[in-house]
C-alpha cells in the first residue's frame, strides 16, 4: 500500500485514502462543527423556531455527509445472498 494512502474504516465499501482527500474531509468536519456549534447557541434561543431550526440542522447534517461522501466515494457492496458469491 502507499505510504500515503489511510487504510479504509473497517466498513464495507469504504477504500484507502491519501492524505489529501482525508485533509479534505477533516476541513469539512471542521466547518460543519462550527456550525453546528453556532446552531446549539440559536437553540437557547427562546425565540429561535425549534422546528425550524431542527429542519435546517438536519439538512445540514445531510449536506455534509453528502459532500464528505463526494470526497471518498464509498462503493457499492456484494451481496452474497444476490451475487451470488
Do not use: C
Not at 460543519?32 to 447534517?61: M, N, Q
Amino acid at each position: 500500500m502507499d505510504r500515503d494512502l489511510h487504510k479504509p474504516l473497517p466498513v464495507a465499501g469504504y477504500r484507502p485514502q491519501n492524505d489529501g482527500r482525508v485533509q479534505l474531509v477533516n476541513v469539512s468536519k471542521d466547518l460543519e462543527e462550527r456550525l453546528l456549534r453556532f446552531l446549539d447557541v440559536l437553540a437557547g434561543d427562546p425565540e429561535v423556531d425549534k422546528r425550524w431550526l431542527a429542519i435546517g440542522r438536519t439538512s445540514i447534517e445531510q449536506g455534509f455527509m453528502a459532500v464528505n461522501r463526494a470526497v471518498f466515494k464509498p462503493s457499492r457492496i456484494k451481496l452474497p445472498d444476490v451475487d451470488g458469491e
